[in-house]
């Protein structure tokens, strides 16, 4: 079935680095747009960023451009959020999850949202 | 950035009861609306995409319409695995916006 695995959370100092995976099975990996989405402790779910299915195009929240690259490789079945300069905002459940329908260009825009969400990787930024 | 806001925050209701719960766009964002449920420590779940299209497993009692800057989730007759938190998401323009979300609580 369908699935995504998300991992490389844990506890880090401001200022530091970590890199989140996300192991997709199921589907026909190369062929959809992935995003990030987080959710902080006791907080709603913010949508963090998208990736096109060719990897060749991104699209990021305002509070993490320029700190977070989100990258893919088709070949390994595998998302990847690198994040930079962690600041404690950044705190919270990370979840990667894929588009509705394939080849949706939604890193555009005008898509039909995501149908299938990992169980999310937690990453706590402190000092 | 386009806004979503959802109303009520919160909501307590009975199993068997019909419950709605809207979202307004801060702009037209004509039918690119999903709504997701999300349980305590679980990841969430897609239920409506396209405004108003059932994602394939969702029981029939949930329902959704809207387009523009207004939407309505419907649960027709509550259950109590439907006890949980909702969200909307506007897919029209990134940043890809949630709505902040309605607590369904039981009465």
């Known amino acids: 079935q369908v699935q995504l695995v998300e991992s490389g959370g844990g506890v880090v100092q401001p200022g530091r680095s970590l890199r989140l995976s996300c192991a997709a099975s199921?589907?026909?990996?190369?062929?959809?747009?992935m995003h990030w989405v987080r959710q902080a402790p006791g907080k709603g779910l913010e949508w963090v960023s998208v990736?096109?299915?060719?990897?060749?195009?991104?699209n990021y929240v305002d509070s993490v451009k320029g700190r977070f690259t989100m990258s893919r490789d088709n070949s390994k079945n595998t998302l990847y959020l690198q994040m930079n300069s962690l600041t404690l905002e950044d705190t919270g459940v990370y979840y990667c999850?894929?588009?509705?329908?394939?080849?949706?260009?939604?890193?555009?825009?005008?898509?039909?949202?995501?149908?299938?969400w990992g169980q999310g990787t937690t990453v706590t930024v402190s000092s | 950035d386009i806004q979503m806001t959802q109303s009520p925050s919160s909501l307590s209701a009975s199993v068997g009861d019909r419950v709605t719960i809207t979202c307004r766009a801060s702009q037209s964002i004509t039918s690119y609306l999903s709504w997701i449920q999300q349980k305590p420590g679980r990841a969430p779940k897609l239920l409506i995409y396209a405004a108003s299209r059932l994602e394939s497993g969702v029981p029939s009692r949930f329902s959704a319409s809207g387009s523009g800057t207004d939407f309505t989730l419907t649960i027709s007759s509550l259950q109590p695995e439907d006890f949980a938190t909702y969200y909307c998401q506007q897919s029209y323009n990134a940043p890809y916006t949630f709505g902040q979300g309605t607590k369904l609580e039981i009465k």
């Open positions: 990736i096109s299915n060719d990897a060749n195009n991104e």
């Open positions: 199921g589907f026909s990996f190369s062929s959809y747009g």
């Open positions: 999850a894929k588009d509705r329908f394939p080849y949706t260009n939604s890193h555009l825009g005008y898509y039909y949202g995501v149908d299938v």
